[in-house]
């Protein structure tokens, strides 16, 4: 596993490293190649004609409202992979613009040998290795749930097996998805198999990628306000004389009125970028952990309840870490404007104070993540989500 680890990693992108190279193999940031844009490009359409064929089957399944709950779930799920891949190959400019800011202005602050700008850079690269790694093992382990969930209920349930060998239970299969072949008896059932197979390993892919993305330019992008916040705190320190020339001073404010403007500029971009994905995943995952906590009340043995607690914890973890880390930007965002003001402003003079005033106001302009145009992205909105959810399951269950 360290092995692997150290190839992730990239001299170009030392803070991007795992994730920028997940982005390219799943096809997220497409190659160069015409001929291998298209075939990428293909491959996603793909996976949302497989979304299409869900919701084929749902008018097949309808009368069954367990098995409509689980289809349903599932279904959405894939809907909002697609919008992930379909908005960010759309969007594949300023996603590359996005990209390359983080990793220019990374590498800008790590020539500086300032020993708390350092801890704090590395602090920022391991946690958001940490981050990764841990959301990869998350999704990992619901995918491998998913494709053996029809296995784990042959398993457990002697009734299923009984059913299944006298003819009335039908051969289980990971999704309901249309198929133009017999998905039911040999070899088309195992033919279905293998294609539900790798449309979820290919789904879970997408989700790794493009979640851990979102989350490490969170991380980086609240590490990048702790970095001008202790700019500005040296901001009258930064020479061996006590005084500091006005023109060394403007210098100093202009590279960081300059760092806070890009700062903004593309941190609302990517806002605008995750926002639309974002307001769709708070109502998709709001129903989905309604009707999971449902079907977990009706579930009958040991392992249709694990499935159940498994999708839930995984649904619960990835709101959560989108509202966190959204939560902790806008934290900061809030303190950077007191970064001045921890200076040695009382030491300057009036110019400089002036200026240094002047900067502390601009430094007030934030941007917040949001999920739509209805609600923030941040932990009362994960709390109100969860709130939300309990509250259909309540009223579904009575």
Request: some cysteine.
């Amino acid at each position: 596993m360290s092995s692997f680890r150290e190839l992730l990693e990239s001299t170009q992108r030392p803070f991007l490293g795992p994730n920028y190279w997940l982005l390219k193999h799943v096809g997220l940031i497409l190659p160069d190649t015409q001929r291998l844009k298209i075939v990428y490009i293909m491959l996603h359409e793909v996976l949302t004609f497989f979304t299409i064929t869900q919701y084929m089957e749902l008018f097949v399944i309808w009368p069954d409202v367990n098995l409509m709950i689980t289809s349903l779930k599932i279904s959405m799920l894939s809907v909002v992979c697609i919008v992930k891949v379909n908005t960010f190959i759309i969007w594949q400019t300023s996603w590359r613009q996005i990209l390359n800011y983080v990793t220019e202005s990374d590498k800008f602050e790590r020539t500086n040998e300032d020993l708390v700008m350092v801890g704090i850079i590395n602090t920022y690269t391991k946690y958001s290795r940490r981050i990764t790694y841990f959301y990869w093992a998350l999704t990992f382990t619901t995918f491998f749930t998913t494709v053996t969930t029809p296995l784990i209920i042959y398993v457990s349930s002697s009734t299923f097996r009984e059913n299944l060998r006298n003819g009335t239970e039908n051969f289980p299969h990971i999704f309901v998805a249309y198929m133009p072949i017999d998905k039911y008896h040999s070899p088309g059932c195992w033919i279905t198999v293998l294609w539900h197979v790798i449309m979820c390993a290919y789904g879970a892919g997408i989700m790794a990628a493009y979640d851990t993305c979102v989350v490490v330019v969170m991380v980086f992008f609240g590490g990048k306000l702790d970095l001008m916040r202790e700019r500005c705190k040296q901001m009258f320190d930064s020479f061996e004389k006590d005084a500091i020339s006005d023109h060394q001073h403007n210098e100093i404010v202009a590279q960081l009125s300059e760092m806070h403007t890009r700062f903004i500029k593309y941190s609302r971009l990517f806002n605008s970028k995750i926002s639309p994905v974002m307001f769709l995943y708070v109502v998709v995952w709001a129903v989905m952990l309604c009707a999971s906590a449902f079907q977990l009340s009706l579930a009958t043995n040991t392992g249709q309840k694990l499935l159940m607690v498994e999708y839930i914890i995984f649904g619960i973890t990835q709101l959560f870490m989108f509202c966190w880390h959204s939560n902790e930007v806008m934290a900061k965002h809030e303190n950077l404007m007191m970064g001045p003001y921890e200076s040695k402003w009382w030491a300057a003079g009036y110019r400089q104070r002036k200026t240094a005033l002047i900067l502390s106001g601009q430094l007030c302009t934030k941007n917040i993540f949001t999920a739509g145009p209805f609600a923030d992205l941040t932990l009362s909105t994960f709390v109100n989500i969860l709130k939300g959810a309990y509250s259909y399951y309540t009223l579904i269950r009575n």
